[in-house]
């Protein structure tokens, strides 16, 4: 019968830490308060965002008593790749395995594809074009230009297929296996449009399968017609995405590519769904061993002249993942969000701009809305002038120098003279799920989960 | 005119299409005849000069492929792609084209004097196709600009998500794929038909008779309310 509200509250039960639910996450809610507000999809820029197996959960095992180590900077450690010397008159030559990869111009700006073009060349490797054609931006500055060829075909005309030293046909891409291209309106301005053949300021949907073939018959013939345009000059890589990699880099090699492009789910995309980015594909730590096996079965796996070579991509972030990719089979690699990074995408230095847009630096992935404070991600002709292409290229020219150095200090660790010598001998992986999708034993073990008993 | 003959059986593709991609002076103008192609894919592919190439037969997937300038002539039957991203000049099938026949073309002009199978016309860019027969279904798929004239009938799905590209058929329509509509023929475009019409040896056809389509626009931009048609 008390009115005393003091005793009241000391009798009552203890109350609880307020608790957050790991499945109804803040991140989730969020994103289920977004969708109940606009009744569509969320679309942004980017790759896997969450944490997969990778590169990261394997180490390399230094030359010690039973191995001997190079000597740092004074025993030579090789670094170049040649691609595509099947059939092509004129395979293409690098010096580093690091190359860029595909992005159209569209998603970025025509000063950051000539930043692209000129950090490659000085760096002595390729850059890609992408969704949308060829620039004069990217060709004026790549010494070793890739011209992808896509479902849309957008762009694609013979004389740039002439222009470029390489082809590469994109059956799909790790960030989103099976879908197609996407470029809303704020980035379709009049010049992508031109490219494109498309109406200007519409939201793009491009297909996902190519328009005059399907199953790898008819991708045999088509290869074989690009080559006849091309005078059998240049190599002809195959791009897929990771999900069935084994029987995907077998049909792509009997169909005749000379080199494959593996790109596993961590790779970034211009803009899709975020539900095809966190739930389409495989990591590529798991592809690589599978795709690897798939050459080796054929044949053409570091083979001679009879060799198709495999780039992997998908989270490549510096020269230990450069060198464990190589170590698990890989001839190269490409970048396309750390190449990003390296020109001046989400720069902390832009943190009040990223803030004016609701997000923050590091985090920022709308690049479809062409926004991008970096002057990258965007076709405003404002922002892209914040991008110097001379400046951007020296700093990733420094990046991939660097990625290259280190994989090369790793390979000489490992007593390799050459990056192509380390194998998966050289690996040790630190969790049971890097193990079996590496296919190396988890350290200090012989086991493998899958191939050895425990 | 010179004319040179190429004969399939005794000489080796590769050799014909790397003597057609010569230097345009020295084949401006000239007439080559390729004997013999017995179903060959990517004959007389990436071409880029003025040359007049017939194909005394049928070919394979891809004849002609991303041609420019040059006029070729199928006098028989043309597998998958023929012309495709044609960019210039003319190909005539005078008899059936199977599937993805003028796929992506940029440019120039491809008549096909019988039926085309799936996908006629598919990711148009630009170039003007005239089908003297029927075509197979998803025709026109993501047309984005040029003009596509069926005088017979088309399958299902014609036309779907079709961007500029404008189509006219003189038969029936099994069905229109997602955002293609009838449109009203305006005067425009009424001459560029009377003018297809003459160049592809139809020119007693009345353009009357034709049915024009084209895109209703409205899934140019992402809506909840159009989540079913992307
Ligand atoms: C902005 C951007 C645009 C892209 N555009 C294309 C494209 O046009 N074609 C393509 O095959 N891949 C495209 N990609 C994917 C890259 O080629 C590559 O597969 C991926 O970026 C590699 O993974 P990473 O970003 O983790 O390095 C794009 C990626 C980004 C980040």
């Given at each position: 019968?008390?009115?005393?509200?003091?005793?009241?509250?000391?009798?009552?039960?203890?109350?609880t830490?307020?608790?957050?639910?790991?499945?109804?996450?803040?991140?989730?809610n969020?994103?289920?308060?977004?969708?109940?507000?606009?009744?569509?999809?969320?679309?942004?820029?980017?790759?896997?965002?969450?944490?997969?197996?990778?590169?990261d959960?394997?180490?390399?095992?230094?030359?010690?008593?039973?191995?001997?180590?190079?000597?740092?900077?004074?025993?030579?450690?090789?670094?170049?790749?040649?691609?595509?010397?099947?059939?092509?008159k004129?395979?293409?030559?690098?010096?580093?395995?690091?190359?860029?990869?595909?992005?159209?111009?569209?998603?970025?700006?025509?000063?950051?594809?000539?930043?692209?073009?000129?950090?490659?060349?000085?760096?002595?490797?390729?850059?890609?074009?992408?969704?949308?054609?060829?620039?004069?931006e990217?060709?004026?500055?790549?010494?070793?230009?890739?011209?992808?060829y896509?479902?849309?075909?957008?762009?694609?005309?013979?004389?740039?297929?002439?222009?470029?030293?390489?082809?590469?046909?994109?059956?799909?891409?790790?960030?989103?296996?099976?879908?197609?291209?996407?470029?809303?309106?704020?980035k379709?301005t009049?010049?992508?449009?031109?490219?494109?053949?498309?109406?200007?300021?519409?939201d793009?949907?491009?297909?996902?399968?190519?328009?005059d073939?399907?199953?790898?018959?008819?991708?045999?013939?088509?290869?074989?017609?690009?080559?006849?345009?091309?005078?059998?000059?240049?190599p002809?890589y195959?791009?897929?995405?990771?999900?069935?990699?084994?029987?995907?880099?077998?049909?792509?090699?009997?169909?005749?590519?000379?080199?494959?492009?593996?790109?596993?789910?961590?790779?970034?995309?211009?803009?899709?769904?975020?539900?095809?980015i966190?739930?389409?594909?495989?990591?590529?730590?798991?592809?690589?061993?599978?795709?690897?096996?798939?050459?080796?079965d054929?044949?053409?796996?570091?083979?001679?002249?009879?060799?198709?070579?495999?780039?992997?991509?998908?989270?490549?972030?510096?020269?230990?993942?450069?060198?464990?990719?190589?170590?698990?089979?890989?001839?190269?690699?490409?970048?396309?969000?750390?190449?990003?990074?390296?020109?001046?995408?989400?720069?902390?230095?832009?943190?009040?701009?990223?803030?004016k847009?609701?997000?923050?630096?590091?985090?920022?992935?709308d690049w479809?809305?062409g926004?991008?404070?970096?002057g990258?991600?965007?076709?405003?002709?404002?922002?892209?002038?914040?991008?110097?292409?001379?400046?951007?290229?020296?700093?990733?020219?420094?990046?991939?120098?660097?990625?290259?150095?280190?994989?090369?200090?790793?390979?000489r660790?490992?007593?390799?003279?050459?990056?192509?010598?380390?194998?998966?001998?050289?690996?040790?992986?630190?969790?049971?799920?890097?193990?079996?999708?590496?296919?190396?034993?988890?350290?200090?073990?012989?086991?493998?989960?899958?191939?050895?008993?425990? | 005119?010179?004319?040179l003959?190429?004969?399939?059986?005794?000489k080796?593709?590769?050799?014909?299409?790397?003597f057609?991609?010569?230097?345009?002076?020295?084949?401006?103008?000239?007439?080559?005849?390729?004997?013999?192609?017995?179903?060959?894919?990517?004959?007389?592919?990436?071409?880029?000069s003025?040359?007049?190439?017939?194909?005394?037969?049928?070919?394979?997937?891809?004849?002609a492929?991303?041609?420019?300038?040059?006029?070729?002539?199928?006098?028989?039957?043309?597998?998958?792609?023929?012309?495709?991203?044609?960019?210039?000049?003319?190909?005539?099938?005078?008899?059936?084209?199977?599937?993805?026949?003028?796929?992506?073309?940029?440019?120039?002009?491809?008549?096909?004097?019988?039926?085309?199978?799936?996908?006629?016309?598919?990711?148009?860019?630009?170039?003007?196709?005239?089908?003297?027969?029927?075509?197979?279904?998803?025709?026109?798929?993501?047309?984005?600009?040029?003009?596509?004239?069926?005088?017979?009938?088309?399958?299902?799905?014609?036309?779907?998500?079709?961007?500029?590209?404008?189509?006219?058929?003189?038969?029936?329509?099994?069905?229109?794929?997602?955002?293609?509509?009838?449109?009203?023929?305006?005067?425009?475009?009424?001459?560029?038909?009377?003018?297809?019409?003459?160049?592809?040896?139809?020119?007693?056809?009345?353009?009357?008779?034709?049915?024009?389509?084209?895109?209703?626009?409205?899934?140019?931009?992402?809506h909840?309310?159009?989540?079913?048609?992307y």
């Open positions: 019968m008390s009115d005393d509200k003091s005793t009241d509250t000391i009798h009552k039960t203890p109350q830490t307020p608790r957050q639910s790991a499945t109804f996450d803040a991140y989730t969020s994103e289920i308060r977004r969708s109940a507000a606009t009744g569509i999809y969320d679309i942004r820029g980017g790759g896997s965002k969450r944490k997969l197996p990778h590169f959960d394997l180490l390399f095992l230094g030359a010690s008593v039973s191995r001997y180590p190079l000597e740092g900077y004074r025993e030579k450690c090789g670094t170049d790749v040649v691609l595509g010397a099947r059939f092509a004129k395979p293409i030559h690098l010096r580093t395995p690091v190359t860029i990869a595909g992005m159209s111009f569209g998603s970025l700006s025509g000063r950051a594809k000539e930043a692209l073009g000129r950090g490659a060349s000085a760096a002595g490797t390729s850059t890609t074009t992408g969704d949308g054609g060829m620039t004069q990217e060709r004026g500055h790549s010494t070793t230009l890739v011209y992808q896509l479902p849309s075909r957008y762009g694609m005309n013979p004389d740039d297929l002439r222009k470029a030293d390489a082809i590469e046909v994109v059956i799909g891409q790790g960030a989103k296996p099976g879908g197609g291209g996407m470029l809303l309106g704020q379709i009049k010049r992508v449009a031109k490219m494109r053949c498309l109406p200007e300021g519409i793009q949907r491009s297909s996902c399968r190519h328009p073939w399907t199953g790898p018959d008819d991708l045999e013939i088509k290869i074989n017609e690009i080559r006849e345009i091309t005078d059998w000059e240049k002809i195959v791009k897929i995405g990771a999900t069935r990699p084994y029987f995907d880099v077998a049909l792509a090699v009997k169909a005749g590519a000379d080199v494959i492009v593996l790109d596993g789910m961590q790779g970034g995309t211009a803009a899709t769904q975020e539900v095809f966190e739930h389409v594909g495989i990591p590529i730590l798991a592809a690589i061993r599978p795709a690897v096996k798939a050459l080796q054929l044949g053409m796996y570091r083979n001679g002249k009879n060799s198709v070579q495999l780039i992997v991509s998908g989270g490549i972030r510096n020269g230990a993942d450069v060198a464990k990719a190589i170590a698990l089979g890989a001839d190269a690699v490409a970048i396309g969000t750390a190449a990003l990074i390296a020109l001046g995408d989400n720069d902390p230095h832009l943190e009040a701009e990223y803030q847009l609701g997000t923050t630096a590091g985090a920022y992935d479809h809305e926004k991008d404070p970096a990258i991600t965007t076709q405003d002709p404002e922002l892209m002038k914040r991008i110097d292409p001379v400046k951007a290229g020296h700093r990733l020219a420094n990046y991939i120098a660097v990625m290259t150095m280190e994989a090369q200090v790793v390979a660790a490992c007593g390799k003279s050459h990056l192509h010598n380390l194998e998966p001998e050289d690996l040790v992986a630190l969790t049971i799920e890097a193990s079996a999708m590496a296919q190396v034993p988890l350290a200090g073990t012989n086991w493998i989960p899958g191939v050895t008993k425990f | 005119m010179e004319t003959n190429f004969d399939l059986d005794k080796p593709l590769r050799e014909v299409n790397q057609l991609h010569g230097d345009a002076s020295g084949l401006n103008g000239k007439s080559v005849v390729i004997e013999n192609p017995n179903g060959a894919h990517s004959i007389a592919v990436g071409l880029k003025d040359v007049h190439v017939t194909i005394k037969g049928h070919a394979g997937y891809y004849a492929g991303m041609n420019q300038l040059a006029k070729v002539t199928i006098e028989g039957s043309a597998g998958s792609g023929v012309a495709e991203n044609m960019m210039s000049g003319t190909v005539h099938v005078k008899g059936f084209a199977s599937n993805a026949a003028g796929a992506t073309a940029n440019g120039g002009l491809l008549v096909i004097d019988g039926d085309a199978g799936l996908r006629c016309a598919i990711a148009l860019k630009g170039a003007d196709v005239v089908v003297g027969g029927s075509v197979g279904s998803f025709s026109a798929f993501m047309a984005q600009a040029g003009n596509f004239v069926v005088l017979g009938d088309a399958g299902e799905g014609l036309g779907d998500s079709i961007y500029e590209a404008k189509v006219f058929v003189r038969g029936k329509v099994k069905s229109l794929g997602a955002d293609c509509e009838i449109k009203t023929m305006d005067a425009e475009s009424k001459k560029i038909l009377i003018d297809l019409l003459a160049k592809s040896g139809h020119k007693d056809v009345s353009p009357d008779s034709f049915t024009q389509y084209g895109s209703a626009r409205t899934l140019y931009h992402f909840v309310d159009n989540a079913g048609a």
